[in-house]
């Protein structure tokens, strides 16, 4: 956590670090590939610029990371964002397996491996606590018959 300048001179000294280690390895860094995020406390007056080498790194309210979309605000917006995705994943295999007759195993096992992991994959981050929320989650999870 940033608290004092001591702490982003820091910052500054490992990035440059970075930058001679690229070198050394004959490797390219793009910074504007990068995005800066802040977790502040409260509302902050002086807002903290970050430079790799002389190139300004812009900021961002949110990234994605394995998955799992974290926000600045620390609010856990992500339950439409996987809802999208598993209720995508449930069409293609209906959409697949429409002309399958007497395939039950088949439907469960591609609805096992395809679709329940979205909704299940990071939920302890994102825990759905609305009830609008939890009802979509569950009609996801029971519209499809196996």
Known sequence: MLTTHLHLDQILIMSGAIG?????????????????VSFPKASVKKRIWYYFGDQLIP????FKYLGII??????????????RKAWKALH???????????ARNTKRSAYTALVRPIPEYGAVCWDPYREGQESALNRVQSVFPL
């Open 70 to 83: 974290i926000r600045s605000d620390l609010n856990w917006a992500d339950v439409t964002y996987t809802l």
């Open 92 to 102: 293609f295999i209906m959409r697949i397996l429409k002309k399958v007759h007497n």
């Open 59 to 62: 900021e961002a309210s949110s």
């Open 20 to 36: 001679v280690w690229a070198v050394v390895n004959e490797m390219m860094i793009n910074p504007g590939k990068n995005k800066a």
